[in-house]
């Protein structure tokens, strides 16, 4: 059913002035100083107003698998959905609305976008459903993401909902030190994975986008376990505090490099990616600090390894690092990755490598377009590809430069 149809029966077109605004209202009004536990029922609540029942509000695991039912008053519990082969996953991977005709009226799922990132999924039935109807959802729907965000720094429930496996100390502290996994503007967007998601040590990535400027690193420091996390936390507070002082990428290296030795001596280190990609201008600079090469996708295929001078990982001292730089065009998406996702070695002895990679990020750019969809799809189909096997982290991130219109 397309946005433009209309179904019998949901009334949108036959209530008062006023009424959209007294409904969307509630939810800001009331919403921020509720405890996190009585959002989902105030949404389900004010929804409840459009004539909407079985309510539900998913959440991605951290798996990126599921879309987990969150608990509360007047919210339909349910079964967990899987993302792939569901409608409340496609709903989710493709950002969009999805209407689903029942024999009792429409289930309609709206996807929760928050600052780009994709937080999960709205489910309703209505009896009927106009075009004030579907307005009216999608903007309950981007409240609730906003106030989902704003209140997942100061309670444990959403963590809870989201973790369908038991979770290592170490990957509690790498989960708790990353920003959002992707985010989406009209010049720039990124998307990020990291294996095993519930057992994930010393991999990370960090972003911000400050005007103009996309700023990302990527780590991956020695070792397993909370050593490789103590680590990979250290270097990412080092990058942060650098970038804050708006420095170059060179002096960027250097305090990392620093703090690393510092803290942990002269036997430990920690490879490194760090970007800067002017918005505007299309214009990327780097510096690679014992990384693999990162890919450039051009066309939905991989058109060259972005080789370049390296230096040494960070903790050894390196000198001072020479920048690579690359003009990108429209639509030019960059892959970083760790060597966790060439490096294994699959059921018959040979190792994944960089030649597979390849190949797979060409087919998937060729059938699941969006940045997000794709990071997704590349990171689990790698697994299958490896025959299920992570002995190491594996982590991606894209970045598209869209141009600067």
């Not at 989902?40 to 409840?48: F, K, M, S, T």
């Not at 100061?154 to 989960?175: C, G, N």
């Not at 970007?275 to 058109?303: K, Y």
Request: charged residues 25%; contains cysteine; proline residues 5%.
């Amino acid at each position: 059913m397309t946005g433009g149809e209309r179904q019998g029966g949901g009334g949108g077109t036959d209530r008062p002035e006023g009424f959209g605004e007294e409904l969307l209202g509630a939810l800001p009004d009331r919403g921020h100083e509720l405890p996190a536990h009585l959002l989902g029922p105030l949404v389900a609540r004010q929804v409840g107003g459009l004539g909407g029942r079985e309510i539900s509000i998913y959440l991605q695991d951290y798996g990126q698998v599921w879309l987990v039912p969150l608990p509360g008053e007047g919210l339909a519990a349910g079964e967990p959905q899987r993302i792939d082969g569901s409608d409340a996953g496609r709903a989710f991977q493709e950002a969009r609305r999805v209407e689903v005709p029942q024999a009792d009226g429409v289930r309609v799922y709206l996807p929760l976008l928050g600052g780009g990132d994709q937080m999960g999924v709205m489910a309703v039935t209505l009896s009927g459903v106009h075009d004030a109807d579907r307005r009216l959802l999608r903007r309950i729907a981007a409240l609730l993401a906003d106030m989902l965000v704003a209140k997942h720094g100061y309670t444990d429930l959403f963590f809870r909902v989201r973790r369908r496996e038991p979770m290592s100390v170490a990957a509690e502290i790498q989960w708790s030190l990353l920003p959002p996994l992707a985010m989406s503007t009209p010049r720039v967007a990124l998307a990020g994975t990291l294996e095993p998601a519930y057992d994930v040590a010393g991999d990370s990535f960090d972003y911000a986008l400050n005007g103009d400027v996309l700023h990302v690193a990527m780590v991956d420091a020695m070792g397993h376990g909370l050593d490789a996390a103590t680590m990979a936390t250290v270097a990412v507070g080092a990058y942060r505090h650098a970038r804050r002082t708006d420095v170059g990428l060179s002096e960027i290296y250097a305090f990392m490099d620093r703090a690393i030795a510092e803290q942990f001596g002269p036997d430990h280190f920690v490879t490194a990616q760090m970007m800067r990609l002017d918005t505007m201008t299309g214009r990327v600079q780097w510096v690679n600090a014992g990384h693999p090469a990162p890919l450039l996708i051009r066309g939905h295929r991989v058109v060259r390894r972005l080789r370049g001078p390296t230096t040494l990982p960070v903790g050894f001292g390196g000198h001072e690092p020479r920048i690579n730089e690359l003009t990108l065009e429209p639509g030019d998406r960059i892959m970083c990755f760790t060597d966790g996702l060439i490096e294994e070695h699959g059921a018959d002895g040979e190792e994944f490598g960089e030649e597979q990679l390849i190949g797979w990020v060409d087919r998937i750019e060729r059938t699941a377009h969006e940045i997000r969809a794709v990071a997704r799809s590349l990171s689990h189909t790698l697994e299958r590809a490896r025959g299920g096997i992570t002995t190491d982290d594996a982590t991606l991130l894209l970045i598209e430069w869209r141009g600067a219109d």
